[in-house]
């Protein structure tokens, strides 16, 4: 995750604003943790992987990348376009390396990809910090991308259309898309029981609900309320809602 800061004034704003809400019962908990089965995945890794997270637990960047190949030598592959991601073969499984920071995963994906260098991202701080990117849905595997949502410190939101070429030719489906529709407005935040501003989003089970974002729009339209879903083993968030259902997909990575 990039290193902007939310002010302090403003993550106290946006938390009396978070709690003041009332919470649809429909919502997860949040008070369940995955670090139980992160405990037992890392027990079923090779030996030299549980050695390897005890050295670079907690470090990053360029001394957790030195201690891996001092283990294991050069990368096998290198998968990245624009960004390096390293993989190396190790056991029934492969390590990755990318932006700082290592993980594991297990042949088979029967048990969570293990993050062998340890963040703590915060909620509040996450949803705010960068956008998150929609693209169409895949038609028939290609998706094409539509613009980025800013989720402004002041309970602000603002959408940029991409304009690319590709994607104006492929919008037949995104009619009724909320926000380029209606690309600018406020926001609020409701989030789900046992989740706070400060709910660490690594502790969190994959597909937990952690809040509900209500758009209001400038314009007087009617609003327009999505899920947001985290995904920790591949440090995702994205948007989710049953009906009407999305016809995009929009998301980031912290």
């Not at 990117?133 to 539509?146: C, F, G, H, V």
């Not at 985290?230 to 968030?237: A, D, F, G, I, T």
Request: net charge positive.
């Amino acid at each position: 995750m990039k290193s902007r800061q939310l002010s302090t004034v403003a993550c106290l704003t946006l938390s009396a604003i978070c709690f003041g809400i009332a919470v649809p019962s429909c919502f997860a908990n949040c008070v369940t943790t995955n670090e139980q089965a992160i405990h037992e995945a890392l027990i079923a890794s090779p030996p030299t992987i549980q050695s390897l997270e005890n050295e670079i637990r907690y470090k990053s960047g360029n001394e957790v990348e030195a201690a891996i190949v001092r283990r294991f030598g050069p990368a096998a592959r290198d998968l990245g376009s624009g960004v390096s991601i390293k993989q190396w073969d190790v056991g029934t499984g492969v390590l990755t390396y990318s932006g700082g920071l290592a993980s594991f995963s297990i042949a088979g994906g029967k048990t969570p990809s293990i993050w062998l260098t340890q963040t703590n991202n915060k909620a509040l701080r996450t949803l705010i910090m960068d956008g998150f990117e929609m693209t169409s849905l895949a038609s028939p595997k290609i998706k094409y991308w539509l613009g980025d949502l800013d989720l402004k410190t002041g309970l602000a939101y603002k959408f940029v259309d991409s304009q690319e070429w590709e994607s104006l030719h492929h919008r037949e489906k995104q009619q009724n898309n909320f926000f380029l529709r209606h690309p600018a407005g406020r926001f609020a935040i409701q989030f789900a029981p046992g989740c706070s501003p400060d709910t660490v989003l690594e502790r969190l089970p994959d597909t937990t609900v952690l809040c509900r974002l209500t758009f209001i729009p400038a314009d007087g339209s009617p609003e327009a309320t999505y899920d947001i879903i985290v995904y920790p083993n591949s440090r995702r968030l994205t948007f989710s809602r049953k009906k009407p259902p999305l016809e995009f997909l929009m998301g980031k990575s912290w």
